[in-house]
């Protein structure tokens, strides 16, 4: 029992060091807003663009309206965006000089300029090819976010080793090679 007192006790004065010395946390109470703030937008996904696209075509505009439409309902980059090329399309540019004057795009905007290319560039946007593209984008983003989760999971097994090792041989292999120990040496 003494020989697990020493660590236990030390383990016990690094905390309350710890706590001593780090500072105190602060907690401000909430100010009210004398402004009303919109909430922050979600980032909406390609697939809910293109889906409300094809909703806009189902309902009789024009895909530079509905661009258009989309970018009055966004804020931030992807507002601008659309904005911007929706704007384009309004004045007669053609589809990728629309979207080239837009600059780098964000990864949603590009996969909704993709599930757009072929219904602007033919002539005939069609709500439910739209849709099935929808469904296509969808299950890209998908795919990549499930490449995102393996490079993550390769990642944290180093720290999470380092981490749990150290625990595992105090907690699991030194209590068995004590135990073996003749009481000679103890």
Known sequence: MTVLAAPATGLLLFAAAAVVLLPPRRLTPARPS???SRPPQPCVSAGVLVELTASMLDAGLP?????????????GATGAVLGGVGSGLRLGLPWETAWSSAGHLPPHLEDYRQALSFAATSGAPSARSLRSQAAQVRRAAYRRAERAAEALSVQLVLPLGLCSLPAFVCWGVLPVVMGLVPEVFR
């Open 63 to 75: 895909l530079a309206e509905a661009v258009a439409v989309l970018a009055g309902t966004r804020e």
């Open 34 to 36: 004398t402004a009303r």
